[in-house]
Nanobody, 115 residues
Framework: QVQLVESGGGLVQPGGSLRLSCAAS????????MGWYRQAPGKGRELVAM???????NYADSVKGRFAISRDNTKNAMYLQMNSLKPEDTAVYYC?????????WGQGTQVTVSA
C-alpha cells in the first residue's frame, strides 16, 4: 500500500533553515509527480511546491526564491529545503501523491518559525 512519511520539521528562528524529507513506498515513485503542501492553524491546506517525474518544478509565490524542492528516485524520497524562514511559514507540512481517483497524504511534520 502507498505510504508517505515526512520528517525534518521542528522549531527554528526567523531567517533559519530546515530540510524536510518524504519517504515514499507502495507505488512507482520515479514515474509520478509529487508535492509539498502545508496547513497553518485555522487555514486551508495550500500547495507549497511540486516536482514532476521529469524534475520540472513549481512553487507558490510565497516561497519562490526561498524554498527548493528536489527528489531522489534511487531512494524514493522527496525533499524540501527551506531557507530564510518566516513566522508565516509556520504550518504542518504534508507530502502528497495523487493518482487517478485518489490522493494520498503523509501524516505531516510540524514547522514552527518563532523567535
Amino acid at each position: 500500500q502507498v505510504q508517505l512519511v515526512e520528517s525534518g520539521g521542528g522549531l527554528v528562528q526567523p531567517g533559519g533553515s530546515l530540510r524536510l524529507s518524504c519517504a515514499a513506498s507502495g507505488f512507482i515513485f520515479s514515474a509520478n509527480a509529487m508535492g509539498w503542501y502545508r496547513q497553518a492553524p485555522g487555514k486551508g491546506r495550500e500547495l507549497v511546491a511540486m516536482i514532476s517525474s521529469t524534475f520540472s518544478r513549481n512553487y507558490a509565490d510565497s516561497v519562490k526564491g526561498r524554498f527548493a524542492i528536489s527528489r531522489d528516485n534511487t531512494k524514493n524520497a522527496m525533499y524540501l529545503q527551506m531557507n530564510s524562514l518566516k513566522p508565516e511559514d509556520t504550518a504542518v507540512y504534508y507530502c502528497r501523491y495523487a493518482t487517478i481517483g485518489r490522493t494520498y497524504w503523509g501524516q505531516g511534520t510540524q514547522v514552527t518559525v518563532s523567535a
